[in-house]
């Protein structure tokens, strides 16, 4: 169809070439022409001449030749990406001297980059400067960025570089966002010791093996995310304020914390999966006698010597603007004395999967800025906190203590904090104190979360609790409460009595559940009651107005047809596999596929049990082979009979037709099997 139009429309320019607006396949908007995606071998020549923005991606144009932007002397971008270009003629932009924005993403432009460079050289008002994915090697990079001394925005990613020296972006004057993602980077020499207007740098995905004397006080975010960095050591004698806001250093060799700079503005630290840890306790040991300096060579053989006194824990530099520090999956086992306080702005604290050993919730140890406390998937076994009765951690709202062997805390110590909002207490020991039986002890095996009137989420999964005692969540306003693998949990009728008017997700999975009544619960939108004994549907179940229920691994072996089209009705996801389902009982299950409000999430692998004790896919089952019934059973025998006097039919022709033609047999296997011979 795109072909009979672009020759349908060539024709026409030969014939009427006077024509005074000529059709054009690419969408005008004002001063911008669209012709991405149609199948362009070359740059259209009919456009209007005043166009400024021309698109032209995902076209075949092979190569830009002279002369055929010619026609466009105000063009102020260009983008020809993904087009498989593999040469830009030398004079192309000649006549286009207004050009700013070039994207040549993902193309062939390493084949013929000389040319390429000659062409960029007469725009001397380029600005921005996209050339990923082209297979360029730092060599060609550095000829082609040669003069380009206007350019502030050059995205390099996903090219070939390997190392970078003062050479390659030695003109780049002006520029201030440079992408280097994707490369294969080992080495960096001096490279950007010119960009002295660069802000944002991207270095994420290369192999670089570390970043010492770092030096560049006028960036704002460094990404050295995803390399091979086992040391940042900036160059202790800079005594300006280094610019930088945000460093993201994550997915690293790291071993210490970084050495930042003694002035700095950093907001955001990022450094999750490294192997970072403190070791001051080592430096008191002075049998030990461990060096302080490191020595790092490059390719030249030249040598800058770091010395940081490796064992100490105050040359961190300047930490005191950190608002986000993300420090999960290291070596963590202590803060060294006085470390966190240092961040006096610090408001996200991620700390999961470390190795700490001790937890203070106490505006001594924590900034009282810290609004989310995430140290889940650590060694923690006790909690203190203060005894006051209101602690001065004021604005800490998120709390996830999950995943410790935490048996002991002050039992009051979550009522402590004013603004608690979401408590994550999951796979720890600890039970629930009986509100009225309460010591004021500083340490015990429960806690309480009575009167706690900010919390809206409380998870306490697989605390190992064995009763929730009357009043419990008294005074507690929760809208989500996970009560899942507790399997010794006995939960009373009365014992959620003051969550009824507010609760709407509810996880009672593997907590010994056989029935419980529902109707107070008139929020209730997500239900999880799997993994329990349940055998008969809650009748309570069909008086709420469920978007998710999950039955799974229960022990319901059907349910009951009206049951099942209210359910149909009033819940939006079910989840309903590993039931023990009678197959000659499955109404429920046609209900459920016919509904249009409700879907069966894991229809596919819902099971049933067959007469014969198999378990087979429900969906699969034919209600015919139930017996029980007398027409279901006529049926059956109906189709065995006629089955085997069909079969026997078979037989019998095939027998004649062996005997009656007996030259057909050895003239098959001949044709299939063996070369031809005469008969
Ligand atoms: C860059 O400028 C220098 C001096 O003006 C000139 O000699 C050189 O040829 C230019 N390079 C390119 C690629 O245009
Ligand atoms: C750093 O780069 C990686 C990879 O592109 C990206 O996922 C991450 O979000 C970046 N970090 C920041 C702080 O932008
Ligand atoms: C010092 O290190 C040695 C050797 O590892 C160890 O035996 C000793 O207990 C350490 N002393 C202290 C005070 O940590
Ligand atoms: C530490 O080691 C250096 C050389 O390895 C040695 O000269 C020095 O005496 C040692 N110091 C102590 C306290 O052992
Ligand atoms: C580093 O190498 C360069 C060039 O090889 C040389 O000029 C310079 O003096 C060397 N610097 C040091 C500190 O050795
Ligand atoms: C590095 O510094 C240490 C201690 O200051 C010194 O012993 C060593 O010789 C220095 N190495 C180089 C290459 O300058
Ligand atoms: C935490 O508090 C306990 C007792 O209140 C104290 O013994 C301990 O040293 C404190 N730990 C830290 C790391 O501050
Ligand atoms: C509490 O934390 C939030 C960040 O979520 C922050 O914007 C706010 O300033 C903090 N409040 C105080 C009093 O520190
Ligand atoms: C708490 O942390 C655990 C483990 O890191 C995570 O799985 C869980 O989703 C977190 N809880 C909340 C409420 O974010
Ligand atoms: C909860 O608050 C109510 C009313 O303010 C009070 O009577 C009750 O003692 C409190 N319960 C606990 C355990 O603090
Ligand atoms: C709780 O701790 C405080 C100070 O840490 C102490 O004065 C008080 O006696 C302790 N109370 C109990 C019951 O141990
Ligand atoms: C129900 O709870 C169990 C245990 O916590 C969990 O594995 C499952 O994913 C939950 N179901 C849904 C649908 O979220």
Not at 149 to 169: G, H, I, K, P, Q
Not at 189 to 218: G, I, Y
Not at 519 to 545: E, G
Not at 601 to 615: G, I, P, S
Request: charge should be negative.
């Amino acid at each position: 169809m795109l072909g009979i139009r672009v020759l349908l429309y060539f024709g026409f320019v030969a014939v009427l070439p006077a024509l005074c607006h000529p059709h054009t396949i690419c969408t005008l908007i004002q001063r911008t022409a669209m012709c991405n995606s149609l199948r362009l071998s070359s740059v259209p020549s009919n456009l209007p001449q005043h166009i400024e923005e021309l698109f032209l991606n995902q076209n075949i144009i092979l190569k830009l030749q002279t002369g055929c932007l010619s026609g466009y002397s105000s063009l102020r971008m260009l983008s020809c990406a993904n087009c498989f270009l593999n040469a830009v003629d030398g004079q192309v932009f000649s006549n286009s001297p207004l050009i700013e924005n070039l994207n040549f993403a993902d193309n062939e432009l390493h084949k013929e980059h000389n040319q390429f460079a000659q062409s960029l050289s007469s725009l001397t008002r380029l600005r921005i400067l996209d050339i990923s994915g082209n297979g360029l090697t730092e060599d060609m990079v550095s000829e082609l960025l040669q003069n380009l001394t206007s350019l502030e925005y050059l995205d390099l990613s996903r090219n070939v570089l390997l190392r970078l020296d003062e050479y390659t972006f030695r003109d780049l004057h002006q520029l201030k966002e440079l992408n280097l993602e994707n490369n294969v980077l080992f080495e960096i020499d001096a490279a950007f010791d010119h960009l002295k207007k660069l802000r944002r740098l991207n270095l994420a995905f290369n192999s670089l093996p570390c970043l010492v004397k770092f030096e560049m006080t006028q960036l704002v975010v460094l990404n050295a995310s995803h390399n091979l960095i086992e040391w940042f050591i900036t160059n202790q004698d800079i005594t300006e304020t280094f610019d930088l806001e945000t460093l993201d250093l994550s997915d690293n060799r790291l071993l210490y914390f970084p050495f930042l700079p003694t002035y700095n503005r950093i907001k955001t630290l990022l450094l999750p999966n490294n192997h970072i840890g403190f070791y001051s306790h080592l430096s008191q040991n002075s049998s030990l006698n461990w060096t302080n300096s490191v020595e790092f060579y490059n390719l030249g053989g030249n040598a800058s010597n770091v010395t940081a006194e490796l064992w100490r824990d105050d040359l961190q530099g300047d930490i005191s603007s950190v608002q986000l520090l993300d420090i999960s999956v290291n070596q963590v086992r202590y803060f060294p004395q006085g470390f966190l306080q240092k961040m006096p702005h610090l408001y996200w604290l991620r700390m999961r999967s470390n190795c700490l050993e001790s937890l203070n919730l106490t505006g001594e140890e924590l900034p009282v800025t810290v609004y989310e406390l995430d140290v889940s998937n650590n060694r923690l076994a006790e909690l203190h906190a203060d005894s006051s009765s209101i602690s001065e951690l004021n604005n800490l709202t998120h709390l996830n203590l999950s995943l410790n062997n935490i048996q002991k805390l002050p039992p009051r110590v979550f009522t402590t904090f004013p603004s608690l909002s979401i408590v994550d207490f999951s796979y720890n020991t600890v039970g629930l104190c009986h509100p009225t039986e309460l010591s004021n002890s500083n340490s015990s095996a429960c806690a309480v979360w009575t009167n706690l009137s900010t919390l809206k989420q409380l998870h306490i999964a697989g605390c190992n609790l064995n009763k929730i005692p009357p009043l419990t969540f008294n005074g507690t306003p929760l809208t989500y409460l996970d009560l899942s693998n507790n399997p010794d949990l006995h939960i009373g009728q009365g014992c959620l009595s003051g969550l009824s008017g507010t609760l709407q997700h509810l996880g009672l999975s593997n907590t010994g559940l056989q029935d419980f009544n529902f109707s107070p619960f008139k929020q209730l939108r997500f239900l999880n009651i799997s993994k329990n004994s349940i055998s008969v549907l809650p009748i309570s179940l069909m008086t709420l107005n469920l978007k998710l229920l999950d039955l799974r691994d229960n022990m319901l072996s059907t349910i009951k047809p009206e049951h099942a089209t209210v359910l149909a009705k009033q819940v939006q996801i079910v989840y309903i596999e590993g039931n023990n389902f009678n197959c000659c009982q499955l109404e429920w299950y046609r209900t459920f596929e016919k509904s249009k409000n409700l879907h069966v999430a894991d229809h596919l692998e819902v099971t049933c049990v067959d007469l014969h004790q198999q378990r087979l896919k429900a969906g699969l089952f034919n209600s015919v082979l139930c017996g029980g019934r007398s027409t279901d059973e006529s049926i059956f025998w109906y189709i065995l009979l006629f089955s085997s006097v069909g079969v026997s039919m078979v037989g019998v022709s095939i027998i004649y037709f062996l005997t009656f033609r007996p030259r057909l047999l050895p003239r098959v296997i001949k044709k299939k099997c063996w070369k031809p011979t005469t008969y």
